[in-house]
């Protein structure tokens, strides 16, 4: 989570979005929703959320459920999120 939303905050630079210079999670994730058809704004925030809460996860069940989600609901919104982005940016990507 933590590296997508950097990257989502380097891609909203690129496209000269000024939220970009903003350190704050949150303000990322709703500026790339408007911005990229591809981000569940829901999803995306229930991520924040999740990270946020997983500092204070010390129940095993808690953890395994937890794993769970990522497994089956996250995911699947990081490699959506990876093709997109080689998609339609892949002349740049490549160029790093």
């Known amino acids: 989570f933590e590296l997508s939303w950097k990257v989502l905050k380097e891609l909203l630079s690129y496209e000269g979005r000024s939220v970009a210079k903003s350190g704050s999670p949150r303000e990322i994730l709703k500026a790339a929703y408007a911005t990229y058809d591809y981000i569940d704004e829901d999803i ?28 089956e609901k996250y995911i699947p919104v990081f490699v959506e999120m990876r093709e997109r982005i080689e998609k339609d940016y892949g002349k740049i990507v490549s160029d790093l």
């Open 44 to 71: 995306w925030l229930e991520m924040l959320r999740a990270r946020n809460d997983m500092t204070h996860i010390y129940n095993g069940e808690a953890a395994r459920q937890m794993v769970k989600v990522i497994l």
